[in-house]
């Protein structure tokens, strides 16, 4: 396009026009400057107070918004494929639960099957709870593909996001809150392109976090029971984490439970909160009992008895002198092997505390930090004070686990959006063009990422990617899986894949991973255990062709088995 012929370089000498980066940037912002001055009070503004108080119009607009944009980005940026163990681990729960089983038989030649985060005995399972498996497997079986699942929570998330500040803050605000999550959690973010999770846990917090004000309000047993519905599916996506959020809704109740009034109300309302619990707990234990035997032991649990602490989070010897440790991984490393005492533990969790700030990024845009002292401002009053503490108990508790993730602590994502409405609401009481114009900023940053994935193969585009920080769109996407899946396409008939690494190999890029049913899908991941082992599962697999690959092998090698 003739267009983007003026932004084939950003040094000056080398475009039509004489223009360097900054110049660039500085004409992108007068023009998004200019486009919302003639926009947003004309004609934006008036639309938006006229929705706003529309409770269903709107969750169905930030329903349906996250979800077309994404899809609008498929020519460029395809289907998902899962890449990380963690998403190995969803996807199997998701094929088991989709066939209406808890867990799957254990297969006979089950060594050959062995890989990190699946239980081979006393069932062949993943060992994660069910919460994330439901949602992949609902979109599976409505959309015939897991991906569907993950649009789905990203939808509910969006949605009641704005449902939930409803409870918090004005109708306009509460709109400015549900698009601020179509931008930061939406097509551009990690949990939109992955399958580990996020979203879905995220949507349970808000239907949590927006029923409880609702509740000390009206006292109604509808919100009882939504308040039960999504504490009992954050139970089922990040049991440790529940905890946290059972604490944090109990620091929401303490002022209520001293006044009588209050607490009686409360107490004509818990019933309906315990009956709606228990499906929820009922599934928790049932899956317990089918994958472990055990109604009481968690298959996590039976995971790290059987095989450790799960490959990656901690270090069972020393490392050896060329093995590199990140920040983290030598915290852990140190808090796991420490013999110093308490206080050095203690140093180490603290030190942990402050690496993992930085990730916190990831609830907030750039921008919005400016909001952060108007919410100070806002914490005069105890429910925000309460927000604050809500934050930090998620902050402090899950430091306590050795690795971290954002969806870690996904439960809690609403409260970083109302924190940051929360503090836009002070900004605008002095100075409403600056509350205003922090917001278009955090718009314009959307657009123009946004806008540099929708034209994803022009020159402007790849020249600036390398400057985006915090997306999780799949331009790093598993290329070596991708390119070795559609050379199997390729192949006819039923496939045995015998997968041989080389001695160098990062046990962290795991290759095996099967469906629910292996004896019935068409392609068969198997450990190479050598020669006279393999004949094993080849008389085993008579009607299928053999293959080996070598995945350490640049690019990976797929040749006929010898």
């Known amino acids: 396009m003739f267009l983007f012929d003026f932004f084939r370089s950003f040094l000056p000498l080398h475009n039509p026009i004489g223009f360097g980066a900054s110049d660039f940037f500085l004409l992108a912002l007068a023009g998004l400057l200019a486009a919302a001055a003639l926009l947003w009070r004309p004609w934006l503004q008036p639309w938006a107070a006229r929705l706003a108080p529309k409770t269903a119009w709107c969750m169905l607009l930030l329903a349906v918004l996250p979800v077309l944009l994404r899809v609008a980005l498929l020519p460029h940026h395809p289907v998902p494929s899962p890449d990380v163990y963690d998403e190995f681990g969803h996807l199997l729960m998701a094929d088991t639960l989709r066939h209406f089983r808890l867990s799957n ?3 006979p030649l089950h060594p050959f099957f062995e890989t990190q985060f699946v239980l081979q005995e006393p069932s062949y399972s993943s060992i994660y709870p069910p919460g994330q498996g439901l949602i992949l497997a609902l979109g599976w079986m409505i959309f015939g593909h897991p991906w569907a699942g993950v649009l789905l929570a990203t939808a509910a998330l969006c949605a009641l996001c704005y449902w939930m500040l409803r409870a918090w803050v004005t109708p306009g605000w509460a709109l400015a809150g549900g698009f601020l999550a179509v931008i930061e959690f939406g097509p551009l973010n990690q949990w939109m392109n992955s399958y580990w999770g996020g979203a879905a846990a995220a949507a349970a917090g808000c239907l949590v976090f927006g029923a409880l004000p609702r509740l000390l309000r009206d006292g109604r047993p509808r919100d009882a029971v939504l308040l039960a519905v999504g504490f009992g599916m954050h139970v089922l996506i990040r049991p440790y984490e529940s905890i946290f959020l059972a604490l944090g809704a109990l620091l929401f109740l303490i002022p209520a439970l001293s006044k009588k009034g209050e607490w009686r109300t409360l107490a004509r309302v818990a019933p309906a909160t315990g009956l709606a619990l228990l499906p929820f707990a009922g599934l928790l234990l049932l899956q317990d009992r089918f994958v472990t035997g055990n109604w009481f032991t968690l298959p996590y ?5 059987q095989y450790g602490v799960p490959a990656g989070f901690t270090f069972q010897s020393p490392p050896g002198p060329h093995r590199e440790l990140n920040r ?9 092997l420490s ?4 206080r050095e533990t203690v140093t180490t969790y603290f030190e942990r505390l402050e690496y993992r700030v930085r990730f916190y990024r990831f609830f907030f845009l750039a921008p919005l930090y400016l909001a952060l002292p108007g919410f100070f401002w806002a914490m005069r009053e105890y ?3 309460w927000v604050a503490l809500t934050l930090a108990l998620f902050a402090l508790g899950s430091n306590f686990y050795p690795n971290f993730e954002p969806h870690y602590i996904a439960g809690v994502t609403s409260l970083f959006v109302l924190a940051a409405i929360a503090g836009l609401e002070r900004w605008e009481r002095l100075n409403k063009d600056a509350a205003q114009l922090i917001a278009f900023v955090c718009v314009a940053s959307f657009v123009f990422w946004y806008g540099m994935h929708l034209f994803d193969s022009q020159p402007v585009s790849q020249a600036i ?15 070596k899986r991708i390119a070795v899946k559609q050379q199997l396409a390729m192949l006819p008939g039923k496939l045995l894949v015998f997968v041989r690494y080389y001695p160098q190999h990062l046990f962290q890029e795991e290759w095996v991973y099967n469906r629910a049913d292996i004896d019935g899908a068409r392609v068969v991941w198997a450990r190479d255990l050598g020669m006279d082992e393999n004949e094993k599962l080849r008389a085993y697999y008579k009607d299928r062709s053999v293959w080996l690959l070598e995945p350490d ?3 990976p090698r797929l040749t006929p088995y010898p």
């Open 383 to 385: 429910r925000f004070v």
């Open 105 to 107: 038989p254990t297969h």
């Open 301 to 305: 649990t039976a995971s790290r008895y």
């Open 553 to 555: 092998f640049r690019p």
């Open 465 to 479: 990617r390398q400057y985006e920080t915090w997306d999780g769109l799949n331009h790093q996407n598993p290329a």
């Open 328 to 336: 983290e991984q030598a915290l852990n490393y140190r808090m796991q």
């Open 339 to 342: 013999f110093r005492g308490a």
